[in-house]
């Protein structure tokens, strides 16, 4: 793999920027990337809470478990 295909230079990139992040739960947030470890826990800021599509809450910022994610995508 060349430096810039690693999967973790993918977060990089969307370091700042909003994200969807799913969850095993099929629970969705969205909010801007503030940051990442190895494991893929991640933090946001300015997070919404998503079921069903729907908007169920504001959280603000969020620290979210990594083995709970299953996508996480830039918007």
Do not use: C, W
């Not at 690693?6 to 801007?32: H, T």
């Not at 494991?39 to 997070?47: R, S, T, Y």
């Not at 979210?64 to 299953?70: K, L, P, Q, S």
Request: charged share 30%; no cysteine; hydrophobic share 35%.
């Amino acid at each position: 793999m060349t430096e810039q295909s690693r999967p973790l230079d993918a977060l990089n990139r969307a370091r700042d920027k909003r994200v969807i992040v799913e969850l095993k739960n099929n629970k969705q947030y969205i909010g801007k990337l503030k940051a990442f470890d190895i494991h893929i826990n991640v933090v946001l800021e300015d997070a919404e809470e998503y079921t069903d599509g729907q908007m169920k809450r504001k959280l603000g910022m969020v620290f979210i478990r990594g083995d709970t994610i299953t996508v996480i995508s830039p918007q």
